[in-house]
């Protein structure tokens, strides 16, 4: 039963009146730094033996993180509280790598130490090799990251008792080194030619984009351009607070499964065509529209209930204004077309239009659906050579400090306890057994 419900309880709190038996159960009010504060539920089963219902997520706080803070009607994202045109416009990749993984921006001395060591964890175990084999070559390289990472673990046993802290940071080291070595080499595969090793004079962009395209005949000359566009990239795709992905990773982590395990975890769910997948489907659905003239037929279709299409790369759980990403995503878009001479792309042409139909449009405009980060991604990607089928993969590469980074905040909690969420149960109740003769 509930103490000082009503009238006499506190204000930093809600009262919840259950008006079928006449209890209330007074909920803690908790409140952030910043953003909506959050009622404290935890009490709610063991008091008034209610769950509570919200499939979706769309109104539950999983944790609390100092990590990543969005506020999706303003189109704020803040990586540990500083905001991202600045860090995009202003840090490498490595260094928004290191705020992530450790809080603070480096200083110039922290920021070589901490490039150095990822640098030397970017070779994989020369076995590794072999589990490309295993693949068909048409295989989707999403499916050979699934695989690949998840058996990291049986490669790096020294890393994976995650009661240690320095085994921890190892384990976030290696995963945040080796992703674009497995990334590229997936796609090496895929194209039948042989792997290119990491370079260590190379930066993390460069020796990515190093590793994609380089043959072993001749010497490959990496473009500022596209090293510093893909270097930005990253940066834009690092963290994104509890998305699907990396709820995926906070609850696989959350019984001790090790980081390798967890990480091929979040791959597996970015995957989808509703969250990572979309900077692929972006694409896909730009060449499927294919002229101007046919915008109308697709939003049309967009809005069609009965109909399953989506416009891909709009709308977003928690941005109900522009998806800061996407805003410099396009302007990055922009800069690397220009730089590199490509005048009027016709997909980016098409992109602008039907950005500008699409937000002039009453059913988008009424539930607020803007451009997300996908949306301009693929054409970035594509203008810098990338393959439409590893638009996904470039975005587990990035994603992966954000993943490490929210794992080890997990872990680091004192109060972390196994993610075990329960459910409204609506099938048969207690029946009794048939035998199969009398069925
Ligand atoms: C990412 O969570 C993150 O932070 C993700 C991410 C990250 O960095 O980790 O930001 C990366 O995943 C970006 C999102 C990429 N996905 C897409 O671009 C796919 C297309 N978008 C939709 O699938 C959708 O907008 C979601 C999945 C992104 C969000 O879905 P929600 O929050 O569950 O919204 P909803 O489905 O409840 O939609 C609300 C309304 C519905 O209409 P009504 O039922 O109210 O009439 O908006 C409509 C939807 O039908 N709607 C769309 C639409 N998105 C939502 N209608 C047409 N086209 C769309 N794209």
Known sequence: MSQDAGSNAPKDSVTLIDHSTGNELNMPLLEGTVGPKVIDIRKLYSELDYFTFDPGFMATGSCDSRITYIDGDAGVLLYRGYRIDDLAKHCDFPEVSYLLLKGELPDEEKKNKFVSDITYHTMVHEQLHKF????????????????????????????????????????????????????????????????????????????????????????????????????????????????????????????????????????????????????????????????????????????????????????????KNFDPRATLMRETCHEVLGELGIKDDPLLDLAMELEKIALEDEYFVERKLYPNVDFYSGIIFKAIGIPESMFTVLFAVARTVGWISQWNEMIEDPGQKIGRPRQLYIGETERDFVPLGDR
Not at 220 to 226: A, G, L, N, Q
Not at 283 to 300: C, H, R, Y
Request: net charge neutral; hydrophobic share 45%.
């Open 132 to 319: 490309y084999d295993g693949f068909r070559r048409d295989a989707h390289p999403m499916a050979i990251m699934c695989g690949v990472v998840g058996a990291l673990s049986a490669f790096y046993h020294d890393s994976t008792d995650i009661s240690d802290p320095r085994q921890r940071m190892i384990a976030s080291y290696r995963l945040i080194a080796k992703m674009p070595t497995i990334a590229a080499w997936a796609y090496k595969y895929a194209i039948g030619q042989p792997f290119v090793y990491p370079r260590n004079d190379l930066s993390y962009a460069a020796d990515f984009i190093h590793m994609m395209f380089a043959t072993p005949c001749e010497e490959y000359i990496v473009s500022p351009t596209i090293s510093r566009a893909m270097d930005r990239i990253l940066t834009l795709h690092a963290d994104h607070e509890q998305n699907a992905s990396t709820s995926t990773v906070r609850l696989a982590g959350s019984s001790g499964a090790n980081p390798f395990a967890c990480i091929a975890a979040g791959i597996a769910s970015l995957w989808g065509p509703a969250h990572g997948g979309a900077n692929e489907a972006v694409l896909k659905m730009l060449n499927e529209i294919g002229d101007v003239k046919k915008i109308p037929e697709f939003v049309a279709k967009a809005k069609d209930k009965d109909d399953p299409f989506r416009l891909m790369g709009f709308g977003h759980r928690v941005y």
